[in-house]
């Protein structure tokens, strides 16, 4: 039977990320994905000024409504980019009315990155959020969102493979079965991700090269298909290297393009995925 989910996070009318990342991505892995915008914006918050923006926190609960007249159950709930404490709050109440025994609760807690909270997030953001995670079967913060979410202290560079660890189990300890923290680079050459099972105690990490420059939405490219991926049963080793295969074949398919701040051209990485996954 095919598998459905929905995912819960902003759409941007213009730019690669979040669910105009997530939906043609979990799409093309052969998996029915519904969404539950959260915002629109004119275009992603990434290199423009100006850009509109919509609240739609007052619509989720209607939808679930209608979604449960209707019978609709999903395998996976994936929330990312989320707006606000209220909305938060919201989601957390979605969560608890739309999982079921056996689905996948997937929590990104796009909140920050290089040290820093992004623009219009505070202390009560980050509290909030960590009381999402403590609902999710799995977690995948950056190193930032992580050391946050622990009011741990965050370390840019210069952090060895126990630094990650401490984190992973730290974060586990909060509520998740896993947690996999992304942007992990052990020597300048190799970037990648590690994840913990606290299950069987078991850490996983995979790495490739890292390509020295910056581009927008790649958070979301590897979260859309480690969550794919795992819905559709693979382990998470097997997962891993499915979504930083992935992310690191968008951006091949990008650098030299002087307008990749639209975000990375991930389409033309999705016949090799879905080669992937057939094999």
Known sequence: MDKKVVTLQDISCFGKCSLTVALPVIS???ISCSIIPTAVLSTHTGGFTGYTFRDLTEDIQKISDHWKTCGITFDGIYTGYLGSCHQVDVVSDFIAQNRREGSLVFIDPAMADNGVLYSGFDSAFVDSMRELCREADIVV????????????EYKQSGYDEEYIRGMLRELCALGPRRALITGVSLDSAHQGVMAYDSADGEFRSYYSENIPD???????????VLFGALVLGKD?????KLAVDFTVASIRATVGDSGH?????????L?????????
């Open 28 to 30: 093309a892995m052969g």
């Open 141 to 152: 913060p950056n190193i930032t969102e992580a050391s946050m979410l622990l009011k741990t």
């Open 214 to 224: 910056s581009f927008h939405g790649t958070g979301d490219v590897f979260a859309a």
């Open 236 to 240: 998470i080793a097997a997962a891993m």
């Open 261 to 269: 701040r639209y975000g990375v051209k991930f389409e033309k990485a």
């Open 271 to 279: 016949p090799g995925l879905m080669r992937s996954l057939e094999s």
